[in-house]
C-alpha cells in the first residue's frame, strides 16, 4: 500500500542558502521533519544555482518520513530577469515595468514546460504570457 | 530575532501571484502549503496556505505597508481574503523540531542521544553521545553523519590524532574523543559550529581532548604546530564541491603520510570526481561506504617517494 501523504510544503528560497530560520523552520519543524537533513540535502542539490530561487516541494508521509523534489524557478522570477527588472508593476494594467520578446518567452516556456499543465510549448507560452502581463511585462513579437 | 507572519489561504490560481508578491518583501523565502486531496495520494490545489516572514526592524511597518497594498491591487483582479499577521519569536520552531529529535544508535558501538532528554545510561551497551546540534549540522540522522561515524569506527586507533575539517555539530569530534583519541583538532568556518563544538565536548567530558578553531586548512595546519602533533585520520563530512576545492588548496597536507583521510557529503554521482582529483593530491581510494544516495570516501596518504 502507498504510504499516505500528509501535506505538501513548496518551499521558494535561494538555492545552496537553506538554514532552519524562517520561513524553512516553522513550516518543516511542526510536520516533525529533520531540518538540518532537509537544508544540507537542498543545499547539496542546489549548489550550482547559487542566486536562483529554486522552489523545492515537499511530501510528508502519515509516518513522519519525507520526501522533496526540485522545481524550476517561479516564472515572474524568469520574466523579471529576461526583462531585466527588480520587480512587477504593481498596477499592471496602467503602468509597465519592462518588456520581453517572443523568443524570452519560449525560453521560459521551455524551462517551465514540466513543471506546467500545458500540453504543447504554444499552451505554456500562452501562460507566461498571462504572467508577463499581470506584472506589467509588455510581450513584443 | 524575531518575525512578523504574513500569511494567506489563496485558491491555486491566486497562490503564485501571492507568493510573487511576499518573496519581494522577504528575504528568507516563501512557504506554501498544500493539504492532500481526499485519496491522500495527490495534492489538492484548492487551498494554498501562503506564509512568509518579515524581519522585525525598522523597514517592518513600510514593508507590511507595501504587501498589503500589492494584496489589494491584486484583489482587484481576483478576490482575497484578509491576510493574518503574527509574531514570532525563533526559539519557537527550534524547539518544536527538537521534540522529534529521538536517541539514534550509529554503526557499532555509538548512540546519539540528544542532550535534552534523560541518558538512558549506556543503553544497549553503546557509546553514548550526547548532541545539542543547535544551527549547526551533524545530527547523526543524515546519512553522511553516519557514514563518517561508521567509517571512524573502524579506522580509529586508541591513541591517535584525528582532526575534523567542518566540525559542525562537533558530533564527529566528540565521538573520536569518546572512541579513544588522543587528541581531536577540529576546524569550521562557521564561529556558530565552534560554539556547538565546545559546548558538545564539554557536555561529553571531552573537552580537554578536543581543541577547536575558526577556520579551514590553515587553521587545522596551525593547530597541529600548536599540538606539536600531526594528524593520523582526517574527517571531512562537507559537500563534494567544498571538498574538491580543500583537495586543490592542499588538503592532503593535513594528514601525517601514511595517514587516513574519510571525506564525506558526497553524492553517488559526484563520488569519481572527487577520487581523480584526490589522486591528483597523492590520496589513494582505500574504500567506498554508501548509504542512499550518499557516499563516504576513505584514503590513504602515500608516503613520500
Not at chain 1, 510536520?31 to 542566486?51: D, P, Q, W
Not at chain 2, 509574531?87 to 557499532?108: C, F, I, M, N, T
Request: glycine share 8%.
Amino acid at each position: 500500500m502507498a504510504k499516505k501523504l500528509k501535506a505538501v510544503v513548496r518551499l521558494q528560497i535561494e538555492a545552496g542558502k537553506a538554514n532552519p530560520a524562517p520561513p524553512i523552520g516553522p513550516a518543516l519543524a511542526p510536520h516533525g521533519i529533520n531540518l538540518m537533513a532537509f537544508c544540507k540535502e537542498y543545499n547539496a542539490r542546489t549548489s550550482s544555482k547559487v542566486g536562483e530561487i529554486i522552489p523545492a516541494e515537499i511530501s510528508i508521509y502519515s509516518d513522519g518520513s519525507f520526501t522533496f523534489i526540485l522545481k524550476t524557478p517561479p516564472t515572474s522570477v524568469l520574466l523579471r530577469k529576461a526583462a531585466g527588472v527588480e520587480k512587477g508593476s504593481a498596477e499592471p494594467n496602467r503602468e509597465k515595468v519592462g518588456k520581453v520578446t517572443r523568443d524570452q518567452i519560449r525560453e521560459i516556456a521551455e524551462i517551465k514546460m514540466r513543471d506546467l499543465n500545458a500540453v504543447d510549448i504554444e499552451g505554456a507560452m500562452r501562460q507566461i504570457e498571462g504572467t508577463a502581463r499581470n506584472m506589467g511585462i509588455v510581450v513584443e513579437d | 530575532m524575531s518575525w512578523l507572519e504574513v500569511s494567506l489561504t489563496v485558491d491555486g490560481e491566486s497562490a503564485e501571484a501571492v507568493a510573487d508578491l511576499f518573496q519581494r518583501h522577504a528575504p528568507g523565502g516563501v512557504a506554501l502549503q498544500m493539504e492532500p486531496d481526499a485519496s491522500g495520494e495527490g495534492r489538492a490545489e484548492r487551498r494554498v496556505l501562503v506564509s512568509a516572514y518579515l524581519p522585525v526592524d525598522d523597514r517592518l511597518e513600510e514593508k507590511r505597508r507595501s504587501i498589503e497594498e500589492g494584496l489589494w491591487y491584486l484583489s482587484r483582479i481576483r478576490p482575497l481574503p484578509e491576510p493574518i499577521f503574527r509574531q514570532v519569536e525563533d526559539q519557537d520552531w527550534e524547539e518544536a523540531w527538537k521534540a522529534h529529535y529521538k536517541p539514534v544508535p550509529v554503526g557499532r558501538k555509538l548512540l546519539i542521544h540528544p542532550v535534552w532528554l534523560e541518558a538512558e545510561a549506556e543503553a544497549q551497551g553503546r557509546v553514548v553521545i550526547l548532541m545539542d546540534p543547535g544551527q549547526a549540522f551533524g545530527t547523526g540522522a543524515h546519512p553522511t553523519t553516519r557514514l563518517c561515524l561508521a567509517a571512524l569506527e573502524d579506522m580509529l586507533e586508541p591513541g591517535m590524532v584525528v582532526g575534523d575539517l567542518g566540525c559542525g555539530s562537533g558530533i564527529l569530534s566528540v565521538a573520536a574523543a569518546r572512541l579513544g583519541a588522543r587528541q581531536v583538532l577540529a576546524v569550521d568556518v562557521d564561529p556558530l559550529a565552534v560554539e556547538a563544538t565546545l559546548r558538545n565536548a564539554q557536555a561529553n567530558g571531552v573537552a580537554q581532548r578536543v581543541q577547536v578553531r575558526e577556520g579551514g586548512l590553515q587553521s587545522l595546519l596551525a593547530l597541529q604546530e600548536q599540538a606539536g602533533a600531526e594528524v593520523q585520520l582526517l574527517l571531512a563530512n562537507i559537500l563534494a564541491k567544498v571538498l574538491l576545492h580543500l583537495l586543490d588548496e592542499g588538503l592532503s597536507r593535513c594528514v601525517a603520510p601514511g595517514g587516513r583521510v574519510v571525506m564525506s557529503g558526497v553524492l553517488e554521482e559526484q563520488a569519481q570526481g572527487v577520487v581523480e582529483r584526490a589522486a591528483q593530491a597523492g590520496l589513494d581510494l582505500l574504500e567506498i561506504r554508501r548509504e542512499q544516495d550518499w557516499c563516504a570516501l576513505a584514503f590513504y596518504r602515500k608516503l613520500a617517494p
